[in-house]
């Protein structure tokens, strides 16, 4: 996956954030905060999760799938297979 590699620093800057919001879930899970205040990171933690599987899932449709220099048809086949398995994952 080339364009893992080519967006890493922003892909680990995302992942980085998303490690700070569970870390602050669990300091308010530990100190009994306010359920409302969970239920609010928590949301943040599912929007910022969603948003790195969206630009992932995008950077590998454009370069795995729709990429116009790919002419072998088992290649866009491969990359599309391996989309659709993660997607069955990602939706249960």
């Not at 933690?45 to 969206?54: H, S, Y």
Request: glycine share 8%; net charge positive.
């Amino acid at each position: 996956m080339g364009h893992t590699i080519r967006d890493k620093s922003k892909l680990l800057a995302r992942a980085r954030r998303i490690r700070g919001q569970v870390e602050a879930l669990e300091r308010a899970l530990t100190t009994e905060q306010d359920c409302a205040d969970v239920l609010h990171q928590i949301a943040a933690i599912r929007g910022a999760i969603g948003g790195l599987m969206t630009q992932v899932l995008e950077e590998h449709i454009r370069s795995h799938i729709a990429d116009p220099a790919i002419t072998n048809d088992g290649l866009r086949t491969q990359g599309a297979n391996a989309l659709i398995d993660v997607l069955r994952t990602y939706l249960k």
